[in-house]
């Protein structure tokens, strides 16, 4: 058995409106991680295999735009966060002083998103 961990650098952005002419202001996470664990068996005749379940993080985007228009003020704001659960198979072949591993697998990937908007102002 063995336990993973590793760091990433991640990507995950969300797109968000103009209002009124007014860009929206953007921030995101950068950095990202997953966890796994597994097993993993060596042969004596240098094969092996492995089997992995991994959990994953993959950043979080905060988007917030305001603008002012007649009817009054409108702000958005949106959160947006990247997740996922994975299964890798893999085989190993080992020769002296090194070993090369191939692993291969599928990810369930979740995008939990949460916005608000608010108007403020009267309607003529």
Avoid: C
């Avoid at 996470?29 to 993993?40: E, I, L, P, S």
């Avoid at 994975?86 to 190993?92: E, I, K, R, S």
């Avoid at 002083?97 to 995008?111: D, H, S, V």
């Amino acid at each position: 058995p063995f336990v993973e961990g590793e760091a990433a650098a991640t990507w995950n952005t969300t797109k968000s409106v103009t209002l009124f002419g007014s860009a929206p202001n953007l921030r995101k996470d950068v950095w990202g991680g997953r966890g796994a664990v597994g097993v993993a068996h060596s042969f004596p005749s240098r094969w092996g295999y492995s089997a992995e379940l991994g959990w994953g993080y993959y950043g979080h985007t905060n988007s917030f735009a305001t603008g002012t228009g007649p009817a009054g003020t409108i702000v958005i704001n949106n959160n947006s966060y990247l997740y996922g659960f994975d299964m890798l198979a893999g085989v190993n072949y080992s020769f002296d002083p090194i070993q090369i591993f191939l692993k291969a697998g599928a990810m369930a990937e979740n995008r939990r998103a949460k916005g608000t908007a608010a108007l403020t102002g009267t309607v003529n």
